[in-house]
């Protein structure tokens, strides 16, 4: 067991990413003192599953003695939060977000945050369609990526001891700004989702009282539309904070849509499988 990177965690929110990074942190560092703030019913079962090891009855209580504050609300409610946060967290504390956005949340953070703790934007290139702490798992962060709103090479000490965490809970720490990533996240992970939505609407709206065609799904379609399964509450921040980006790509899936449908009777159509087929290679040899 390695000495653990930071004594006294408190976990704000612990929902599935936040309950999730709890039981692996205290996998890795068993022990150490991770206490949650988030609804009662939600920090009791957090509790029960040995995500955290003590409750916070209010924010403010978490805060006071966290040496790393790990926030892992919805991106709104990360947004109204930093202020406070800021003005309430120990001065030698690191604080890190969870959100799936960066940009707005980093710009808000660094006018909170002048002269006092240290921020670091972070996202864990991890999840799944069903939300909620029944659905954490320790195991949630391991193989995936996770992106820290960093330079990996400008030596701050806090930065580097949160890098040693992702890296101990099985992730591999991916360095890039706020802007870069999301311009990148609006492509690999918020496009999927709304193409997934798009689908399963289209298939909804043509499934007639017979049932078809959703009875002949088979493991493809149910493969395309899991991400429809997400909860809306969570997405509906996403596209408020990554409009432009997500939008940008929705016109890209379109235009390739109509291209698509004009080479359906053309041997060209071939090339757009080969490009396909090249790109699930790729992300196969990620895992």
């Not at 991916?174 to 870069?180: I, P, R, S, V």
């Not at 997934?196 to 539309?225: F, K």
Request: charged fraction near 20%; glycine fraction near 10%; include cysteine.
């Amino acid at each position: 067991m390695s000495e653990p990177p930071f004594r006294r965690v408190a976990i704000l929110g612990t929902g599935l990413i936040g309950g999730s990074f709890g039981l692996a942190f205290r996998r890795a560092y068993p022990g150490t003192t991770v206490i949650g703030w988030d609804h009662p019913e939600i920090t009791e079962r957090a509790l029960a599953v040995g995500a955290i090891s003590e409750i916070s009855r209010g924010a403010f209580e978490a805060l006071r003695h966290a040496d790393l504050v790990y926030v892992a609300l919805p991106i709104g409610a990360t947004l109204e939060f930093l202020p406070t946060l800021a003005s309430s967290v120990r001065p030698e504390a690191l604080v890190t977000d969870a959100g799936s956005t960066k940009a707005v949340i980093c710009r808000t953070a660094g006018k909170a945050f002048q002269n006092r703790a240290q921020f670091l934007g972070g996202h864990p290139v991890a999840g799944r369609e069903k939300s909620g702490i029944e659905n954490a798992s320790a195991d949630l962060f391991s193989g995936s990526r996770y992106a820290l709103i960093a330079n990996e090479n400008d030596g701050e000490a806090l930065v580097k001891k949160f890098a040693e965490i992702v890296r101990v809970i099985g992730a591999q720490p991916l360095y890039c700004d706020a802007e870069t990533h999301d311009w990148a996240a609006g492509i690999s992970s918020h496009l999927p989702q709304m193409v997934g939505v798009a689908l399963a609407r289209v298939v909804l709206d043509e499934t007639d009282e017979t049932g078809l065609p959703a009875s002949l799904a088979g493991r493809g379609l149910r493969d395309a539309t899991r991400l429809a399964g997400s909860p809306y509450a969570i997405w509906r921040d996403i596209c408020l904070t990554n409009g432009d980006n997500i939008a940008r790509a929705l016109d890209r899936v379109s235009q390739a849509i109509d291209h698509l449908r004009t080479h359906l009777a053309s041997k060209d159509l071939e090339a757009e499988f080969r490009a396909a087929n090249e790109l699930y290679k790729i992300l196969q040899n990620l895992q």
